[in-house]
């Protein structure tokens, strides 16, 4: 191919892919100031004006020239904005890459960007189209996820940046694959209601995790938790709640004081992804002791109920059935059921393990959509 004669122009309606020119060179450079895509990608880091030179004026026309990379500059709102490549390989699979300036980030320009050149490749016979970042990307995970790009898998070590090892996602799209989202990607949304408020978990809010999951009570009930539980262990709990929403596995919101924003507990909706039931969802919960005894933990529940039988449609989990379980002798667990108008379906045998080696019974409750007052959040009022 000629540069940049033959380079394809590509657009939609609001952005075009196009052969890269001199007048890129500054926009580029900029670019790759940003922190973020210092953090994200493999560029030289400090970053010159020289480097910005030679990939737009040498390696971006030789990958055209040879075959062995293609680089489109993203024109949005009349000016450079980023750029994507893609980078052919044996047997008819190759690689995407792909960054944009911080100025139009959070506007689909990537999106629109990912979804013309995976056409384009599939147009050229690509069989299959790789997309791979280092892990904790979210912003890139979100667009090939987006785009239809699946199967994540992460590879330990699998990237490297600088001479650095770091640990990849890698996900893909095949010719025949619908280009479309697979799976949900779950949202936290903010929810203030009767004195709490559930919102997404933050950083800070890892010393009262800990302390609320090293508290005695606590670890006898919930034996699945580290003990002692450090705030180490808070802040991995609260780094795994994205991958949790990203994967459709669960949402964890944490409760807070609406005056002082100061974590009250947590609850959550998981198993979401069950394998022979996608419409469940089980429901658990802990209280940091200063905040038990107060009704804080039966209100947020009855929130939670609500948003996990809205449809998926309008914001919600689209559940048709809640399940939550209670150790036998765990009172006020069961009452926070009870009150919310779950039903006690049975006994699991020996279901808990416990700290000392034994397995306690548990009380298993059940919710459906259709149940009186399910729907509006006051589950048993009506009853
Ligand atoms: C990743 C990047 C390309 C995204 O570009 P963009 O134009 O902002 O992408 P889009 O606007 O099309 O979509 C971004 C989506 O990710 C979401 N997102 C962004 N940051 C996120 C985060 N930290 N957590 C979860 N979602 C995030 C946005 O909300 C948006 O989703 P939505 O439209 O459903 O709300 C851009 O941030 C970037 O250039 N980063 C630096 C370079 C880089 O990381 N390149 C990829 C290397 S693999």
């Known amino acids: 191919m000629r540069f940049p004669e033959d380079v394809p122009t590509l657009a939609d309606e609001l952005i075009t892919l196009r052969a890269h020119t001199p007048a890129d060179i500054e926009p580029a450079y900029d ?3 940003d922190p973020e895509m210092q953090r994200w990608t493999t560029i030289p880091v400090p ?4 480097h910005a030179e030679q990939y737009l004026t040498e390696q971006i026309p030789a990958g055209w020239r040879g075959g062995s990379s293609w680089a489109w500059a993203i024109e949005y709102d009349g000016r450079y904005a980023g750029t994507i490549d893609l980078r052919p390989g044996d047997g008819n699979v190759g690689e ?3 960054a944009v300036a911080p100025w139009a980030r959070g506007h689909g320009v ?37 785009c239809g790009f699946r199967n994540l898998v992460t590879i330990p070590g699998g990237g490297v940046a600088r001479g650095v090892r770091k640990d990849e996602w890698v996900a893909s799209i095949a010719r025949d694959d619908e280009p479309v989202p697979q799976g949900n990607w779950w949202r936290v949304p903010v929810i203030e209601a009767d004195g709490v408020r559930l919102r997404e978990f933050r950083a800070t809010d890892a010393k009262r995790v800990a ?6 009570r606590t670890q006898y009930w919930l034996t699945g938790l580290p003990s002692p539980y450090q705030v180490e262990d808070a802040e991995g709990f609260i780094e795994s709640r994205q991958e949790n929403l990203a994967g459709g596995e669960g949402v ?4 807070a004081d609406p005056d002082t924003d100061d974590l009250l507990g947590c609850v ?5 992804r069950n394998r022979i039931d996608k419409t469940m969802g089980e429901i658990g919960y802990w209280a940091h002791p200063d905040a038990r005894g107060r009704g804080v933990m039966s209100t947020a529940v009855r929130y939670v109920i609500r948003h996990a039988f809205t449809p998926i449609e309008v914001g919600g989990l689209g559940r048709r059935r809640l399940v939550l379980f209670a150790a036998e002798g765990n009172t006020a667990s069961m009452r926070v059921a009870e009150v919310n ?21 548990a009380y298993g409750f059940d919710l459906l959509v259709t149940d009186a007052g399910a729907r509006d959040g006051k589950p048993g009022a009506e009853r």
């Open 47 to 50: 970053y010159e004006r020289r």
């Open 110 to 146: 990537m999106t629109r960007a990912l979804k013309l050149t995976v056409r384009y490749a599939f147009e050229q016979g690509w069989d299959r189209v790789i997309w791979r970042a280092f892990t904790g990307n979210w912003g890139s995970r979100r667009v090939a996820w987006k």
């Open 252 to 255: 964890s919101w944490a409760i």
């Open 268 to 272: 959550s909706v998981f198993d979401l």
């Open 341 to 361: 108008g779950f039903t006690r379906f049975g006994i699991e045998r020996a279901a808990g393990p416990t700290r000392d080696g034994d397995f306690r019974d």
């Open 31 to 33: 670019v790759c100031q």
């Open 211 to 216: 302390e609320a999951c090293d508290d005695e």
């Open 96 to 98: 995407v890459g792909f």
